[in-house]
């Protein structure tokens, strides 16, 4: 039934260009002619010649490019300013409302990106023979929550807060309230010494006892123990020792509470794919302020000293606290549903193989009245991807298409965990194993404070994690095609931003993909409403865009599949 609605709503937003036919989807052109040939009919241009490349053997080249020649020149010269500015002005346009994911917002995306993929001459690559691929997810978040202390109620993301995913329903009134130092319950030293906690709510300071040095008496050097680092360890010490919640005092929660997009992103509901509803296995957990944790335990100067107290003698100062808490929490989830977005320009004499092309194409959404258009993030992503395509189709046409067949996929959830790819990863369309590639575009629309003074650049990430061949692949394309720099600063998995691990690409990755990771690095109108199209240089995305077909290109079109001679890394 819900894939039935989904398909309804997706004809109302293209019309009759989406037909239902004895349970199969296809797409109809303005002439009236379906995109899903008839049984028995080819689908392959000029006359029903299956398409060939144009390029030749490439086994002398040693970057394992192909020497330029006409066809691919000319289809590169369709990447336009013109056309990179009109996809960006629907995909960043109000009409579309932050495209968030589930939203009739990313759905009309959705609808945009098809018939341009349609327009473009590829063939839908998604579910039985239609451009998408649906997919089921649940949205979970905070109902009422309420946590008094006493007579005093607390409000919550004004003085506290927690994440639902670590917190499950609970409603109880009058708890005894227990003082448990740091939180720690080592071998060497534990705050629960003398302490029974059972069926209470204990109180805990966040970090660990430092001496007067500035060293942790833990680990008796400047570095922080796992109790500090993984903050599972702390809740799970008060799970195993019969706690109902635990309540941690923050020295940076004050200051989070005041970042708006902090606060917004734990009152939206969080988003997953379908499936049931998993319990947090530890007892509740919620983050205060130091002037509300001093209020539990009697003053913040007492609180202080406690605390000061441990970290100069590493002695435990649990006690009970005369403070009786109440706290009842309850969440709510509701399903709706998503799509990828599939178009493939069919392989040749590789036809067994599958080079992928992707980028997110939701967003945010709104916030009351403002709506976050995500221009940079990532409907430049979006329309680089679109250009390719039409690049590609272009030389198809013309009889110069690509040995291994180009998979273009758009994907949405990604602003909530990579829901999309996740989803394609776990049942993909086309075999993993016959996937050589996926170039991943997320943000290449605009120019970092470190490139304002040369703009002509990219960051790269992960070109060489899984296949040194592909970077040098890549490498190659730069050199002899495109005049735009290679930059590599965020091109390790140790890079404290995890750029690898935030985009599409790292789901492909995971399963033995080589992949390239292309952004621009990030600036001030990030996940704000204030990231529109008029602040990207269209110079400088056309340039980009150019490159990654050029590179695309090169994989499609050599002998062999770019070697995988890395580590595969499933976090």
């Not at 609808?111 to 039985?128: N, S, T, W």
């Not at 309230?177 to 805990?204: M, P, R």
């Not at 195993?240 to 509901?269: C, D, H, M, W």
């Not at 013309?398 to 040995?403: A, F, L, V």
Request: glycine letters at 10%; hydrophobic letters at 35%; a negative charge.
């Amino acid at each position: 039934m819900r894939h039935t609605q989904h398909l309804l709503i997706l004809w109302a937003l293209m019309g009759p260009m989406l037909l239902h036919a004895q349970g199969k989807t296809t797409f109809q052109t303005s002439y009236g002619m379906s995109a899903k040939a008839p049984e028995g009919l080819s689908m392959s241009p000029a006359g029903g010649q299956h398409a060939m490349t144009a390029s030749g053997d490439n086994s002398t080249q040693p970057n394992g490019d192909l020497p330029p020649d006409s066809s691919r020149m000319a289809a590169s010269g369709s990447i336009t300013e013109a056309d990179c500015l009109a996809h960006l002005k629907v995909l960043a346009g109000d009409s579309l409302e932050g495209r968030e994911t589930g939203t009739p917002g990313q759905q009309k995306a959705a609808a945009y990106i098809a018939r341009q993929f349609h327009a473009f001459g590829l063939k839908p690559a998604g579910e039985d023979g239609g451009w998408f691929q649906p997919f089921g997810l649940v949205k979970r978040g905070w109902g009422d929550v309420s946590f008094k202390a006493g007579d005093t109620e607390y409000g919550f993301l004004e003085d506290y807060f927690g994440w639902p995913g670590s917190n499950n329903e609970v409603d109880f009134e009058n708890a005894e309230l227990v003082f448990a130092g740091y939180g720690i319950d080592d071998a060497q030293y534990s705050d629960y010494e003398g302490l029974d906690v059972k069926g209470k709510v204990v109180l805990i300071h966040g970090g660990e006892p430092q001496d007067k040095d500035g060293n942790y008496h833990l680990t008796g050097t400047a570095e922080r123990s796992n109790w500090t680092t993984d903050w599972q360890a702390k809740v799970k010490a008060a799970t195993e020792r019969g706690a109902i919640a635990l309540i941690t005092v923050s020295n940076s929660a004050e200051r989070q509470l005041e970042v708006k997009s902090f606060v917004n992103y734990l009152r939206n509901p969080e988003m997953e794919l379908a499936g049931p509803s998993e319990p947090s296995p530890f007892c509740n957990v919620l983050y205060t302020t130091p002037r509300i944790g001093g209020e539990l335990f009697g003053s913040a100067k007492k609180l202080e000293k406690a605390i000061a107290k441990i970290d100069k003698k590493l002695s435990p100062q649990g006690r009970e606290l005369d403070m009786p808490i109440s706290l009842r929490i309850e969440k709510f989830e509701s399903a709706l549903l998503s799509e990828n977005v599939l178009g493939m320009i069919p392989g040749s004499d590789r036809a067994d193989e599958y080079v992928f092309v992707t980028a997110h194409y939701d967003h945010l959404g709104k916030s009351g009245e403002l709506i976050y258009n995500g221009a940079d993030d990532d409907a430049s992503g979006t329309t680089a991807l679109l250009e390719v395509a039409e690049a590609m189709g272009q030389a198809y046409r013309t009889g110069n298409g690509p040995r291994r067949n180009v998979v273009f996929m758009t994907v949405s959830g990604e602003e909530k965990g990579l829901l999309g790819s996740e989803f394609y990863s776990e049942h993909p369309i086309y075999p993993m194993e016959h996937t050589v590639a996926d170039l991943n575009i997320d943000m290449v629309g605009r120019v970092d404070e470190e490139h304002a003074e040369t703009p002509m650049y990219v960051y790269l990430i992960g070109s060489d994690f899984l296949s040194s061949e592909l970077h040098e692949i890549s490498e190659g394309v730069a050199r002899q095609f495109s005049d735009v720099a290679l930059d590599y600063t965020y091109n390790t998995k140790d890079d404290p931003n995890r750029y690898y691990y935030r985009s599409d690409h790292y789901n492909f990755a995971r399963h033995g993909v080589p992949v390239i990771f292309y952004m621009d690095g990030g600036h001030e109108d990030y996940h704000q409403p204030t990231d529109t199209y008029d602040k990207i240089p269209l110079d400088v995305l056309a340039a980009r865009t150019k490159l990654i077909f050029h590179t695309l290109w090169a994989v499609a079109n050599r002998d062999a599949r770019p070697m995988v001679d890395g580590e595969v890394d499933d976090e």
